[in-house]
């Protein structure tokens, strides 16, 4: 039985690790989580914030998730929104989800990121 999403996995191109550190880490505001000694061999990184963890693998042929994507909930969306535009990462409001406010962004190696939060009342 599934009980939890435990990350969610997206690939990268090698030699791409500090530019993912700048958007995840520094852009997104997550931490940089250590990899086990035998998959840290490998190249990528891994990010968390909370319980939602992200982790970039490098691809020999890569090419970036354009429609796949992660889905991550946010709170004070505009206020995400603005922090990620301050910091170069471009923004792309949605309005066709009812019930929610959303909007893309991608990391600088092109995957598709979607951040959402509920529309209470």
Known sequence: MIAALDHVQLAAPAGSE?????YYAHTLGM????????LAARGGCWFQAG???????????????RKAHPGLRV?????????????????????DLPG????FSHDPVGNRLEFLEPVTG
């Open 100 to 103: 929610h406010r959303r909007f």
């Open 18 to 22: 500090d530019e993912l550190r700048g």
């Open 51 to 65: 319980p939602v963890q992200l982790h970039l693998g490098i691809e020999a042929d890569f090419r970036p998730a």
């Open 75 to 95: 709170t004070d969306i505009e206020a995400y929104a603005a922090r990620l535009a301050e910091r170069g990462a471009e923004v792309t409001w949605d309005e």
């Open 31 to 38: 931490t940089e989580i250590a990899k086990p000694p035998v």
